[in-house]
């Protein structure tokens, strides 16, 4: 429920600060008096769009701040804790906008994005134009009105979603098939470069290694000589490393005296000894062991040409043969019986419209039931708006096209027969425009009826209305406003004599300049209000007696 609203430098508003309350709340005032300034502003904390010439002249920004008690919405309070923005049971949202254009939103302090705004402010209030008759004309309106009384906009949804995926799934297959003597094509060259890229069955690092190999087994003779001559230089003769190192030790150890100094030298010439000794052996069982392969070393010469050859055939350097490999097995798979073939396409196509159908059928069968309740509702409301005859039909329509729709299975479209005898017709070739004004308030009350919205606006729906129908009107915004909270913008004395709070907007004009005052009105005030709603300027003791009546029945009325 709405319990504050505060505009600052918005429009004439200098400074405007109202607190409201549960029930009917009428809004009057001369026309240009500002009455639109709450609204409006209203509209901005819900997150419409902002215009920077609506700030006020000579002020650097606008600020319009709305609060909310929330404990009797569960859907908000979810909403808010799933955002992290909850505050116990109070929200408060924000919106400033500043000489230059740009915006800030805020909930309960935190920046948002307007997105946010939208989603939540779409949970807190509901506001029905004045305008709101002229879109009656229009089909998706009636559609988007029976889904609204029926409680099924989330069906809607995933209706609306699933059809996509029909849509887009069809696109996709058509586009196969239109290409398919082409996929065809590349599927039989990606089968041929696939099984030669198996039959190679080249590994990651494999040919590194068959390189290292390779050049070993082609110096064969070279190593085995090199290595002999090495095993005989260390060992095998008088002018061997092994012979001569031994020769240097000896003179060494037959020294005269012993000399400290040499100790190190001694023990080197000693370990080098040992190690050339091993080094020699090493050797001699290397030659011994060694033998050349010529046979290994075709076949390694001969994967490298294969391999080779191949990368030349792709273009690309060998080592990254196994990663081409892998990736047009892959693409092979998806042609070739996964997901882009025709068949797995097809079978695509067939899930998602049945997936389609099962949501649409479900659609429809809720829709064909409220829209018996809504006929029902709506007939009783125009009874009471002084149209007792008036036929009011919400005609469900198999769409002529078979293919699925992004909105279900039927066509919706209100029609109306003025008189009895007469065969229904749509609204816009049957109603007149204080007919039409009248309908829309009938539907637009009962889909209120079942709104989730604690919060109703409405802003001149009763336009086009008067005499006693226009009583009938403020008792039903007043049922409305008895187990939530309805706004309304009037300019009927017999709907304003009827709420249980009152806001009178005037405005005065202070050293040349305009500013917007809206009070909230006592019960003399009141009355004062709707005797000059009825008698305009001139109030004689006439019409206000007329006006105390109007007043005291109005609320006796709901007592």
Not at 130 to 147: A, E, G, P, Y
Not at 250 to 269: N, T
Not at 280 to 307: C, H, K, Q, T, W
Request: overall charge negative; glycine content about 6%.
């Amino acid at each position: 429920m709405l319990t504050q609203l505060t505009v600052s430098n918005y429009a004439i508003a200098e400074r405007v600060e109202l607190q409201f309350t549960q029930g009917m709340t009428a809004l009057t005032g001369e026309t240009g008096a500002g009455k639109s300034i709450v609204l409006d502003a209203l509209g901005l904390a819900m997150g419409d769009r902002a215009d920077a010439g609506a700030v006020r002249h000579g002020a650097k920004r606008a600020d319009i701040t709305a609060s909310f008690d929330i404990a009797r919405i569960p859907a908000a309070r979810a909403w808010l804790e799933a955002q992290e923005l909850d505050d116990r049971n109070d929200c408060i949202l924000r919106r400033t906008i500043s000489r230059d254009g740009r915006s800030k939103a805020f909930i309960n302090g935190q920046p948002c994005p307007l997105s946010q705004l939208r989603e939540l402010g779409g949970l807190l209030m509901d506001i029905h134009s004045q305008h709101q008759h002229q879109s009656l004309l229009r089909k998706d309106t009636h559609r988007t009105l029976l889904d609204e009384f029926a409680g099924v906009e989330a069906l809607a949804e995933d209706t609306r979603v699933a059809w996509k995926a029909w849509h887009q799934a069809r696109q996709k297959l058509a586009q196969r098939q239109q290409n398919a003597d082409e996929a065809e094509a590349r599927l039989q060259l990606l089968r041929y470069q696939v099984e030669e890229l198996d039959r190679l069955a080249l590994e990651p690092g494999e040919q590194e290694t068959l390189e290292q190999e390779q050049a070993q087994l082609s110096q064969a003779d070279s190593v085995l000589h090199s290595s002999h001559q090495a095993a005989m230089l260390c060992t095998e003769d008088d002018t061997s490393a092994a012979q001569l190192v031994r020769q240097a030790l000896h003179q060494l150890e037959q020294l005269p005296v012993e000399v400290p100094a040499l100790a190190d030298s001694i023990q080197m010439l000693n370990e080098a000894c040992i190690q050339i000794t091993e080094a020699g052996d090493n050797l001699r069982r290397f030659v011994e062991d060694y033998e050349a392969d010529p046979a290994r070393l075709a076949e390694v010469e001969e994967r490298l040409s294969a391999i080779f050859q191949m990368a030349r055939k792709h273009r690309i350097p060998p080592e990254e043969l196994p990663e081409l490999h892998q990736r047009l097995s892959a693409e092979l798979a998806e042609l070739d019986g996964g997901a882009g073939s025709l068949e797995q396409l097809e079978a695509e196509l067939d899930s998602v419209r049945d997936r389609y159908d099962t949501l649409a059928t479900e659609l429809s069968g809720a829709r064909e039931k409220a829209a018996v309740a809504l006929d029902e509702r709506v007939a009783r409301e125009l009874a009471q708006l002084s149209m007792p005859t008036m036929q009011f039909v919400t005609h469900l329509g198999r769409s002529s096209d078979a293919e699925p729709s992004p909105h279900g299975h039927e066509d919706i479209e209100f029609l109306v027969s003025a008189n009895p005898g007469q065969p229904a017709r749509p609204l816009a070739k049957v109603a007149s425009g204080g007919e039409l004004s009248r309908i829309s308030l009938a539907i637009q009350v009962v889909v209120a009826q079942t709104s989730t919205t604690p919060t109703l606006v409405f802003d001149e729906v009763d336009v086009g209305i008067g005499g006693g129908t226009a009583e009938v009107v403020g008792r039903l915004l007043r049922a409305l406003g008895e187990n939530g909270q309805v706004l309304c913008v009037t300019h009927l004395p017999q709907v304003a004599a009827q709420c249980h709070q009152h806001l009178f907007v005037s405005k005065f004009t202070q050293q040349d300049a305009t500013f917007s005052r809206i009070e909230t009105l006592d019960d003399q005030g009141r009355i004062d209000e709707v005797a000059r709603m009825l008698g305009g300027v001139d109030m004689t003791e006439q019409t206000l007696a007329h006006a105390r009546e109007m007043f005291l029945k109005g609320q006796a009325t709901h007592h």
